[in-house]
């Protein structure tokens, strides 16, 4: 017998939807919930996909510290920019529309941004640049998250993983997209490591000494605590650099929630006075029109270029090739499409759980036969 299966991203897309539909999430925002997850296993960013569906949102919905019902709030509008509230509901629905607002405005006055507070995870950040990409645009996100790195010479948890994420049209067969944590490794890396009973590499995780930490499950409960660490990029200190991706992740910091008079860092625990309670995010989004500039196909041509010359120069000896962002990513998704996504044993367990409680019953999975 194999301990690996796979299923079709079609299929796995499907009950999502039936899971989020059935624990109270209205129809058509349990698409939206269900197509941005999918999208970051199609990508295979496993980090963020089917993976996260019960921990960070079913149990979340469940535990009352998340909304079904998602209030979409314009508090402030002033023609390119607008300020949301999204009340607490799901962070996919609240950003998909903030995305869509900030496209509509760019194509009118040839930029966009719009920000939101009260909002919880949206999922991969790579999904809404990508929408401006679609668009013909240039597409930027960032949010804030739960305090998990410690500043240069910190060993306080105080920041998010903070990520700033980059899509920009090419001609190529995919699009430019930077889409990385502000930090070496991510809480949601951590928690995959932990669900398949692996370590953490050292050097990711520091304790309240400077110490590293290895072990996956441990240091999520330290995280939570605020007795574990993330090291920035970069690394601890500053011999490697670890201040400039200290210094990104206020950036972000700052452009998710000072723009808006949103919580902040240790506001963005999710525990008050010991009890679970919202997480309530901050994000930005911009999009930039292209054709404010020069044509689109020119605007390709040269990014393409750019990408093209950078996979074409020099190797280290040994390396195979040199790979530009957004390349792996097309690569996994055309490996995907074909073969289906891989669902490690901790994510079976979690989809029969949730299949169980909800009374899916038209859902059986090819490892139960």
Not at 94 to 99: L, P, S, T
Not at 156 to 161: H, P, R, Y
Request: hydrophobic share 40%.
């Amino acid at each position: 017998m194999t301990d690996e299966y796979r299923m079709k991203a079609d299929d796995l897309e499907s009950f999502m939807t039936d899971v989020f539909e059935g624990i109270g999430v209205p129809g058509d925002e349990a698409v939206v919930c269900a197509d941005i997850l999918i999208t970051a296993d199609k990508l295979g960013i496993d980090s963020h996909g089917i993976n996260r569906c019960k921990p960070i949102y079913y149990d979340r919905i469940k535990a009352g510290i998340l909304n079904v019902q998602t209030e979409f709030e314009v508090v402030r509008d002033c023609k390119a920019c607008a300020v949301v509230d999204g009340h607490n509901g799901m962070g996919h629905v609240i950003a998909k529309r903030c995305m869509e607002m900030t496209i509509e405005k760019a194509r009118e006055h040839g930029l966009g941004m719009v920000v939101a507070r009260n909002s919880t995870h949206y999922g991969i950040a790579g999904y809404y640049p990508l929408m401006a990409v679609d668009a013909g645009m240039i597409g930027i996100t960032g949010t804030n998250a739960r305090p998990s790195i410690a500043p240069t010479f910190g060993v306080e948890n105080m920041l998010g993983t903070n990520p700033m994420t980059f899509g920009m049209p090419t001609d190529e067969d995919f699009p430019f997209l930077l889409d990385c944590a502000t930090s070496v490794t991510q809480r949601g890396r951590i928690e995959y490591y932990d669900r398949e009973g692996k370590d953490t590499p050292a050097g990711l995780v520091i304790d309240r000494e400077g110490n590293s930490m290895t072990d996956s499950g441990e240091i999520l409960e330290a995280l939570v605590k605020g007795a574990a660490a993330l090291v920035p990029i970069g690394g601890a200190g500053e011999e490697t650099g670890g201040y400039k991706g200290y210094g990104y992740a206020v950036v972000v910091e700052m452009l998710s929630s000072a723009l808006q008079s949103g919580n902040f860092m240790k506001a963005l625990t999710g525990m008050v006075d010991g009890a679970k309670a919202p997480i309530e995010l901050g994000h930005f989004f911009i999009a930039i029109d292209v054709e404010a500039f020069l044509g689109l196909d020119e605007f390709k041509k040269n990014t393409g270029d750019i990408l093209r010359a950078l996979r074409a120069s020099t190797k280290v000896p040994g390396a195979e090739r040199i790979y530009t962002a957004g390349e792996k990513e097309h690569l996994a998704f055309l490996e995907r499409k074909e073969k289906g996504i891989l669902l490690p044993h901790g994510v079976r367990n979690d989809m029969e759980a949730m299949r169980d409680e909800l009374n899916l019953n038209k859902w059986s999975f090819p490892w139960e036969a």
